[in-house]
């Protein structure tokens, strides 16, 4: 059963912007609001790497490569995440993936959501 569905990307020109969403529609509000989520992101050949993150207090923490330009964000009555994103460049051209560690210690992440950003 998909428990994380993910919109958002797509095509964009260097310097603009996306905002992608994740939905948890299977979660109770509860244990979205008590998760602590991220969002990572894998290009081609290379490794998945963290993008944002932010715990289940709210603090966010940013990667230095996006910091400035990236704000992530929740909604937890709507049991939704986002990440808006400002500023992209053709390094930010990967598979985006939004990732939630529950209380329980199990993980789940959404299906990927393809960002190119190119002229």
């Known amino acids: 059963q998909v428990q994380l569905v993910e919109s958002g990307g797509g095509l964009v020109q260097p310097g603009g912007s996306l905002r992608l969403s994740c939905k948890a529609p299977r979660y109770i509000s509860s244990t979205f609001g008590g998760s602590s989520m991220g969002w990572y992101r894998q290009a081609p050949g290379k490794q998945r790497e963290s993008v944002a993150t932010i715990t289940s207090s709210g603090r966010p923490s940013y990667a230095d490569s996006v910091a400035g330009r ?10 939704m995440l986002y990440l808006q994103m400002n500023s992209l460049k053709p390094e930010d051209t990967a598979v985006y993936f939004c990732n939630i560690q529950k209380p329980s210690g199990n993980a789940d992440w959404g299906q990927g959501t393809q960002v190119t950003v190119s002229s």
Do not use: G
């Open 70 to 79: 990236f704000t992530i964000s929740r909604d937890i009555s709507k049991k």
